[in-house]
């Protein structure tokens, strides 16, 4: 059988979609060999058969012109020095991430800067003076040079290799702009002191020889830069997610030595079998069994349950929980890049370098628009000369050809209307991190919400009160009482809610409740003491039970009707009589059921998706108007990946909402990820859209945003491609008048950015 291993390769010097699929293809064409390219996180995944180098697949990436070298997994970390400060371990920013963006910032800044004088002055005849166009050669030249090498290099390399894309197109138009602008200038009429652009609007030959495009070349450049600018801040936000899920794990733990001693050292010196101390507060280190002590572990980051687990000796516990109580001695049984939290890491980055790459539209017509460009522009040039051997007259058309071609208002198609898109959406609530994720919102038909955080509101709150025994005395205030001055004194999140509650439903605050004496927490039962001469008992059917109070069945039907109803219910009786029931739920947002229909009336099918068990599922369901064949309970972390891939193995284009670190390999497997914006760093940057609100309402606008902005991008893209498509033929024909050219460019500009600004009235 053959063996195959694996390997992570870093790849520099992609530019686009087109790019990581022509490594990606060329990888794959080695036998035995299956790669996957990531240009978001810029990274290959390769699977490899025996008699396969890494170096020969490092050299077939170099061969395309990029760069490549493999990720070596760090070694473990060392004993450090005395007195030295240890690592936390979190993986730190590459240079790349850090400098792209703020490079192509600057080159933006000082190209903008320079075209702006430029465009106004060929544009306006009103502003041209005597050698006007010498300044905006000055102003030009390092823009095209300087501001357009990325481009430059970029269409070299594809001219290695035999292909085209936008970088191609942007070169050619540019260069072919600012070499014809030189010729006018140095061997022409255009330099002369008295030159003038006039506007006409008749199509007839024009004078090549004293006619620059000066305000071309440097105007293409400096918007491309814009839209290059836009892509690169969203690229590295796109790799931070990988960071903020390790960051949530502990930096350093409580070793307890043989001899009893406790020692505090990094998280990465933990080895499998090591007893560690986590004490109230404190992040569990790793994965592990509990050997001593008793406590309730907050899980809600990792598992999305609401209610913290009650664990004691033997049982297991995982890396990146809180103990939100008693202290624990954990025996560790995981470590390094075999805990859950590692493994929930991989998740993320499996499903993002799953994630099939949208390729650009002006990238995928550029591939074919730039070969035919440049066909059109020779086969002019040649039939100019077998025609009238006037080598000017075929110069200048076919030098028209090229300049007509050149992507001015492509280059505003996608970057205005995302940028008045995204602006829209930050006062809506909404954030949209890039025009790669508006495409799948048109396709969407099906949308996953998770339970916790997103549809509820994450918080337990008091329900319903039950008083058991009004006819003995007991009655509703009296219940509310002392069972929120008990529980007044636990910080349980069950008890935090019914102290809460309490207060509220009596009309005072939680501090002016009656303080319990003889307080005790019995650990995963609940809790007991005196209140105001009573002995009161709150907490399980089990704790009342041992403790011999009476008339315990009369509460039974009431626990059972409150989790039929997916509650917690807790049980409180005093002076040994059962006395009620109050129930504990985590509250479905008000804004909830409206919003699921918001969804419905967009086409979506709304689905429900939760770790907590089957009752409260389809209580919340039931509550929001979500049928029950959509409902799914009691999904661990890594099956919530599952049920959004088995959804699309049925044909359904999946849209995912959460807000919980459990959620973010499913938000990065999903076509489309919405988190909510109240939930963790690590849902947030694994997603698509942000809900910045925490309203679930915000998911409906959201993709109608998104589909709006994505029609207007394409709107654009038409009208730009239009615009070069119909000027062509008389390009070709000699008949271009080269203010023709500018004033419908401008006028194509003026489109496009008027289309985008109408996404502003989006409501």
């Not at 859950?340 to 995928?364: I, N, S, W």
Request: proline content about 5%; some cysteine.
């Amino acid at each position: 059988m053959t063996e195959v291993s694996e390997v992570e390769l870093a790849v520099g010097g992609m530019t686009c979609a087109s790019c990581s699929s022509r490594i990606e293809k060329k990888l794959n064409r080695v036998e035995g060999v299956t790669a996957s390219v990531n240009l978001a996180t810029e990274k290959a995944k390769v699977s490899y058969a025996d008699g396969v180098d890494v170096a020969q697949l490092i050299a077939l990436v170099e061969k395309l012109g990029y760069t490549a070298e493999e990720i070596v997994p760090p070694p473990p970390e060392p004993e450090p020095a005395p007195g030295a400060t240890a690592a936390d371990g979190t993986p730190a920013p590459t240079t790349a991430d850090i400098t792209e963006p703020d490079t192509l910032r600057q080159r933006l800044t000082v190209c903008a800067v320079l075209s702006l004088p430029v465009v106004l002055l060929a544009m306006v005849p009103a502003l041209q003076f005597d050698n006007w166009q010498w300044l905006s050669l000055t102003l030009a030249a390092p823009v095209v040079v300087w501001g357009g090498l990325p481009f430059h290099r970029a269409a070299f390399t594809n001219l290695r290799h035999g292909a085209a894309t936008m970088d191609t197109l942007v070169s050619v138009g540019t260069l072919a702009a600012f070499g014809w602008s030189l010729w006018a200038l140095f061997l022409g009429d255009a330099g002369m002191p008295g030159m003038r652009h006039g506007f006409t609007f008749t199509a007839s030959p024009g004078d090549g020889a004293s006619t620059i495009y000066l305000e071309v070349a440097s105007g293409v450049v400096t918007f491309i830069l814009l839209g290059r600018w836009l892509e690169a801040r969203a690229k590295r936000r796109a790799g931070s997610a990988l960071r903020v899920l390790l960051e949530l794990g502990a930096r350093d733990v409580a070793v307890l030595r043989p001899d009893g001693t406790e020692e505090r050292v990094p998280v990465g010196r933990l080895a499998v079998g090591d007893r560690f101390v986590v004490r109230p507060g404190e992040t569990v280190a790793t994965d592990g069994t509990v050997v001593e002590g008793a406590s309730a572990v907050d899980a809600s980051m990792l598992t999305g349950e609401s209610v913290p687990v009650d664990v004691g000796a033997g049982d297991t516990v995982t890396g990146a929980t809180v103990n939100t109580s008693g202290r624990l001695v954990v025996r560790a049984t995981r470590v390094g890049s075999d805990t859950q939290l590692a493994c929930m890491a991989r998740l993320v980055e499996d499903a993002q370098t799953g994630k099939a790459q949208v390729q650009r539209l002006a990238d995928r017509v550029a591939g074919v628009f730039v070969p035919v460009v440049l066909l059109i522009a020779a086969g002019t040039l040649a039939a100019w000369l077998g025609a009238t051997g006037d080598v000017t007259a075929a110069f200048t058309a076919a030098v028209a050809v090229l300049i007509i071609a050149c992507p001015c208002a492509l280059g505003l198609a996608t970057p205005t209307a995302l940028m008045v898109g995204t602006g829209r959406g930050a006062q809506l609530g909404i954030l949209i991190k890039g025009p790669e994720v508006l495409e799948s919102t048109r396709r969407v038909d099906t949308v996953v919400l998770d339970k916790t955080g997103t549809v509820t509101t994450g918080r337990m709150e008091m329900q319903d009160v039950y008083a058991a025994g009004a006819a003995e005395g007991t009655d509703e205030k009296q219940l509310l009482r002392l069972a929120g001055a008990l529980e007044h004194a636990s910080e349980h999140p069950v008890a935090r809610a019914v102290a809460a509650g309490a207060a509220e439903r009596l009309g005072t605050a939680v501090g002016r409740l009656p303080t319990p004496q003889g307080f005790e927490n019995v650990p995963g039962l609940g809790v007991r003491g005196t209140v105001e001469g009573h002995a009161v008992l709150a907490g399980r059917e089990r704790l009342l039970a041992e403790a011999g109070v009476t008339d315990l069945d009369t509460l039974t039907p009431l626990r059972e009707k409150a989790e039929a109803a997916g509650c917690t219910a807790v049980l409180v009786a005093w002076d040994g009589v059962a006395r009620g029931v109050l129930t504990v739920a985590d509250a479905v947002k008000e804004t909830s059921p409206r919003a699921v229909r918001e969804l419905r009336a967009l086409g979506l099918t709304p689905v429900l998706l939760t770790g907590d068990n089957r009752a409260v599922a389809d209580a919340v369901a039931q509550a929001v108007g979500i049928t029950p064949d959509a409902v799914y309970a009691e999904v661990l972390p890594q099956d919530k990946v599952d049920v959004v891939a088995r959804l699309r193995a049925e044909g359904r284009v999946v849209a995912m909402v959460g807000d919980g670190v459990n959620d973010a390999a499913a938000l990065a497997t999903a076509e489309l990820g919405l988190a909510m914006g109240t939930g963790t760093d690590v849902a947030i940057e694994a997603s698509d859209l942000t809900l910045a609100r925490g309203d679930l309402r915000v998911a409906a606008d959201a993709i109608r945003l998104s589909r709006k902005t994505l029609a207007t991008i394409k709107g654009n893209l038409f009208w730009a491609f239009g615009y070069n498509v119909a000027a062509l033929p008389l390009a070709a024909a000699g008949l271009l008048n080269p203010m023709i050219a500018g004033a419908a460019m401008a006028f194509s500009s003026v489109f496009v950015v008027t289309n985008s600004l109408r996404l502003r009235t989006f409501s």
